[in-house]
């Protein structure tokens, strides 16, 4: 990986920024009563996607799990449309059909967006079979849930990515708790990255929380399968500051060990960093911060403003 | 004392085999264990192990004789002493009759009468799997972007050799052996047919599908809708449903209204080689995601079939099989056929005319063909293998006195299995299953004759 200069920086700290801001607009416009249904966060997890984006090729695909606003964002995709999604409105990126656990976007490769657990992974899979079938030199980028990571498809898929050497990278998000139940209290062998091994898959652990260190490790497993080595697995240690979903008040886990982490923030890290190598000064941020906030109130109004999916929209794209 | 060796049933499904080679000669002194043969069954091509000892009197077939029944005498083994008996004849030597294999001989297929004079000059007769492999053939060769997966669909040649050949012609690129990962495969198979390639996934048979059902159902019927129609699925879920031969439950259910109670899937379940072949086609070519239903028993049925490579059944268009006035008779799959046969003997007995309409297609129902019929017989039964709670059938009624509810005459009558488990005994697995004097007693009962 080429050092990171001024510019990657800036696109590093806007990114992880825009995400945290369009999640909290997000919390709010659920405390209103604007969105409905689940809604899961990326608040806290945030280095995660912005690091991987880092080393992509816009003609790489992405599929993920629900908790996929923050991927949107990272995917280059407009926060005003991701917004008029939650909010279920026709000028949502699934037309206000799909919600936020269920979004799309075909024409910047990015394939949802699944509300089953497990169920992207073997569908990442095909995504990647596909770029090989083509001889296209891309690869899949299919991200998993540290609860997914007991789900039985999720092996059947790493057998045949291994067996057919496809083009897929696996990125485990463990965020330490599967709904509200502990990894240590879900999976036996709490290792996830190890769980490759008997397919023939290397993999590896990479803390979430710093995102210089998923860049690191993201670059060289995308090499890897880029190079047509087969599927690599990177399991990304983060954390969600915020419950499950909007729902859920994580009364599982204690105020301290929120904290604890809190204290790492994957943005003051790239902040200070940015500070320290004076690729901008506080001014600089105070700019940047405002108009991201800017850009989010925007979309919150855009979404808002947006009409709702017209009654005969019903009973379209049920068949092509 | 001589000692028959018979035409052994090597698959549950097998009536007949061919003789493929002879591993042993007239003369010979054979033990138990020696190969004696090569049998081509419906399946695949297996040896034959000798289970008692003896010399070898008499061959009855030569090498490549082909459809010999089950249990025929095939070959004599002898004493020392004895002479070859001249009088083997392959004409008296019918062994018991086997009540499973007079089953299967029931299906025969009827020259179809709405085949039009135009489709004439292109018709071949063929076996429903060679129908349905030429189909998927033809349709490779025109479109890179299909491939075939499935568990033994390559190398094994499929399970039920519906795929032969094709790994030869097409290459390990496009014709993949799965391992027994349905939910995997079938994952990965709906993740390619987003990104725009167009899977043909065979399950060896459908009963395998339930292990993958999340992924059909959640995955491929809905992704449409939840993007707002930016992403479909043309795939294709194909294989056998429904009933062989005494595989029991685990092996015998059939899925036809699992799948068409969902929006976003197309259902198709044909019953003849020539409706295979134009609906094969039609769902290859769809941009849905189409679950196609095949029947394992069916697979070794001979009949016409329209040769041009552009031929298709539209999806969603019902056959009228046979034209009468008296009751409708709807049906799909294999029970075309014993609807078919009842409705000979009903014309013979009662001198009812009994309209059969085949639906070809269960999603989207042809709902007009049903009640025009109804709407001229005043009578309905519907005959199906499904379980009865909530089948195809069920939906057709409601249908039916939804639409034509004056023109009843006679409360609509449903004929399915039993509900049960589908249970191994032979003699249970026949009384689980619709017969021809099923199909006939609830016409009977429509028509109101005792």
Known sequence: MKNLDKKAYLKMYTYMLKIRRFEERAAQLYGMGHIGGFCHLYIGQEAVVVGVLMTIDKNDSVVTTYRDHGHMIARGLDPKRIMAELTGREDGYSAGKGGSMHMFSKENNFYGGHGIVGAQVPIGTGIAFTHKYNDEKNICRTYIGDGAMNNGQVFEAFNLASLWKLPVLYIIENNKYGMGTSVDRAAAGSELYKRGEAFGIPGEKVDGMNIFKVIESADKAGKYVREGNGPYIIEVQTYRYRGHSMSDPAKYRTKEELQNYKETDPIEIVKKEMLKKKFANEKDIEKINKEILDEIKNAADYALNSQYPKDSELYTDVYI | MT?????????????????????????????????????????????????????????????????????????????????????????????????????????????????????????E?????????????????????????????????????????????????????????????????????????????????????????????????????????????????????????????????????????????????????????????????????????????????KGPVNNDKNFTIPIGKANIEQQGKDVTIVTYSIMLHKSKEAAKKIKDEYNLDVEIIDLQTLRPLDTETIINSVKKTNRLVTVEESWPFGSVGSEVANIVQREAFDYLDAPIIKVNSADVPMPYSLSLEKLYLPQVEDIIKAVKEVSYIK
């Open chain 2, 3 to 123: 000692i028959e060796i018979l035409m052994p049933a090597l698959s549950p499904t097998m009536t007949e085999g061919n003789l493929t080679k002879w591993l042993i000669q007239k003369g010979d002194t054979v033990k138990a264990g020696d190969l004696i043969a090569e049998i081509e069954t419906d399946k695949a091509t297996m040896e034959v192990e000798a289970v008692d000892e003896g010399i070898v009197l008499d061959l009855l077939y030569n090498e490549g004789d082909s459809n010999i029944p089950v249990n025929k005498v095939i070959a004599v083994l002898g004493d020392k002493s004895e002479k070859v008996e001249k009088e083997h004849s392959t004409n008296n030597m019918e062994s018991d009759s086997n009540e499973k294999t007079d089953e299967k001989k029931e299906i025969k297929v009827q020259d179809k009468k709405n085949t039009s004079v135009e489709d004439a000059n292109n018709e």
């Open chain 2, 125 to 301: 007769h063929l076996t429903m799997r060679e129908a349905l492999r030429d189909t998927m053939a033809e349709e490779m060769r025109r479109d890179s972007k299909i491939f075939i997966l499935g568990e033994e669909v390559a190398e094994y040649q499929g399970a039920y050799k519906v795929t032969q050949g094709l790994l030869d012609e097409f290459g390990s690129k496009r014709i993949l052996d799965t391992p027994i990962s349905e939910h995997g495969f079938t994952g990965l198979a709906i993740g390619a047919a987003f990104k725009g390639l167009r899977p043909i996934l065979e399950f060896m048979t459908f009963n395998f599908s339930m292990q993958a059902i999340d992924q059909i159902i959640n995955s491929a019927a809905k992704t449409l809708y939840m993007s707002g129609g930016q992403i479909n699925c043309p795939i294709v879920f194909r294989g056998p449903n429904g009933a062989a031969a005494q595989v029991a439950a685990q092996h015998s259910q059939d899925f036809s209204s699992w799948y068409s109670h969902c929006p976003g899937l197309k259902v198709i379940s044909p019953s003849t080689p020539y409706n295979a072949k134009g609906l094969l086609r039609s769902a290859i070519l769809d941009n849905n995601p189409v679950i196609f239903l095949e029947n394992e028993i069916l697979y070794g049925l």
